[in-house]
């Protein structure tokens, strides 16, 4: 009889095992994702650990931008868009046109970080209406010593994201108080690795990307305290989180569409990137939510992508992160 017993429960345990086995090895295909190079690492990071896990499913991943990820996702030429900003009403008008409903996802807290040549030893810290005087449209601003008197008369090299970036909308609203106000003579790119290299090679140099990017360089790159009416604050995981480094903390996201929602491989790519996210994005740099969130999260993303009949927004409160 124990023989039995033990023979059921042993044929028990490996229809279960063959089970499990046989659904990861059903999730295959493609998965399509674009959007914010902000977002990029975590997404990646996120990509590589459902792909051991779902050998069959290929996941591409872009870096075009928020906004030229938006172009893409709002004519359901991708499944997901990384997003380092809202949508914006003219994007949500877009994705309507052409039946494209969504649900967004914040993922983690970013500080954007201003950083200087590690040869710059003069600045200290920026005040916020001394980034919006170098920054603001139209600056005059063209050396240091335009900033503060007592800086050196160098001229000043400007990096920063291009016009399609979810961080270049943040950055520029929150300094210049309109989003995509910004002088244009300065690098752009949506490559942050590219304005990495531009701050590391000169010494007189200027820019601003996600904290991940800092804290990956942080050998090459100086980081400059933010003062925003209260003292300079440097962006760290505590000031970030806890909202001391401000104005520029704020939520990054990823959003789903309806057509991606439906397919196997992007309904468990999802479940895997929330239940993973807040290690993952430690891992590359950022800051994870709270973990209610990410289950608060979950569950709106199994009710939205079940019927289909819910809010294009999650319902998260991250009035805190968005608004600090």
Do not use: C
């Amino acid at each position: 009889m124990n023989r039995l017993i033990m023979f059921f429960a042993l044929s028990a345990v490996f229809l279960l095992s063959f089970g499990g086995n046989s659904y990861a090895e059903k999730i295959a295909g493609k998965i399509r994702i674009d959007g914010s190079s902000t977002v990029f690492p975590i997404t990646e990071a996120v990509a590589e650990e459902f792909q051991k896990k779902h050998r069959k499913v290929r996941v591409t991943v872009g870096i075009s931008g928020t906004g030229g990820g938006f172009k893409k996702f709002t004519t359901g030429q991708t499944d997901i868009n990384d997003a380092s900003r809202p949508i914006k009403k003219s994007e949500q008008e877009k994705a309507q046109k052409n039946g494209i409903s969504y649900i967004d996802l914040p993922v983690a807290y970013d500080g954007l970080s201003v950083v200087i040549n590690p040869k710059n030893d003069f600045v200290d810290h920026l005040t916020v209406t001394e980034l919006r005087k170098i920054w603001q449209p139209g600056s005059a601003v063209k050396t240091w010593s335009d900033v503060r008197p007592e800086w050196p008369n160098k001229a000043i090299k400007l990096y920063g994201p291009g016009a399609d970036s979810g961080t270049f909308d943040y950055f520029t609203k929150a300094i210049n108080g309109k989003s995509q106000a910004s002088r244009s003579d300065f690098t752009a790119s949506e490559d942050d690795n590219v304005l990495v290299m531009g701050v590391a090679g000169d010494p007189y140099a200027l820019g601003y990307f996600g904290y991940a990017y800092y804290k990956e360089n942080k050998s090459r790159l100086k980081v400059v305290p933010v003062d925003g009416g209260e003292g300079p604050v440097k962006p760290s995981e505590k000031s970030i989180n806890d909202g001391s480094y401000k104005p520029l903390s704020r939520p990054i996201f990823i959003y789903v569409s309806n057509q991606g929602s439906q397919k196997s491989q992007v309904k468990e790519f999802v479940r895997f990137y929330l239940k993973n996210a807040a290690e993952l994005s430690k891992e590359v740099g950022y800051i994870p939510l709270p973990d209610k969130d990410y289950q608060n999260s979950l569950n709106e993303f199994e009710k939205w992508s079940n019927t289909l009949i819910g809010k294009n927004q999650s319902g998260l409160n991250v009035k805190k992160a968005s608004f600090k």
